[in-house]
Nanobody, 114 residues
Framework: QVQLVESGGGLVQPGGSLRLSCAASGFTFSRAAMNWYRQAPGKEREFLAGATSAGASTNYADSVKGRFTISRDYAKNTVYLQMNSLKVEDTGVYYC???????WGQGTQVIVSS
């Protein structure tokens, strides 16, 4: 059974940093591309970052390029999203996504506010 469990969200001031984690289980992590999405209040869920199964290739939404970094730890079956220079508009619920099975985690809330 596929499970994706996000953690690491919280309240942070503008300009601050957070690192989100997504612990994955129930599938072969090393063979699966992984993505991060965000859903801001009143908006649709949007793609933020993706990494191929080997992690050799990553891609980002223009809104987070240069500020967010996706990475993978194959020993821990975990995908991370390092978020720097956070802005108020980065507020939302952040989701881990496994495109192969169309699976989503439960989300973790990030609030950027002074």
């Amino acid at each position: 059974q596929v499970q994706l469990v996000e953690s690491g969200g919280g309240l942070v001031q503008p300009g601050g940093s957070l690192r989100l984690s997504c612990a994955a289980s129930g599938f072969t992590f090393s063979r699966a591309a992984m993505n991060w999405y965000r859903q801001a209040p009143g908006k649709e869920r949007e793609f933020l970052a993706g990494a191929t199964s080997a992690g050799a290739s990553t891609n980002y939404a223009d809104s987070v390029k240069g500020r967010f970094t996706i990475s993978r730890d194959y020993a821990k079956n975990t995908v991370y999203l390092q978020m720097n220079s956070l802005k108020v508009e980065d507020t939302g619920v952040y989701y881990c996504h496994l495109p192969r099975f169309g699976s989503w985690g439960q989300g973790t809330q990030v609030i950027v506010s002074s």
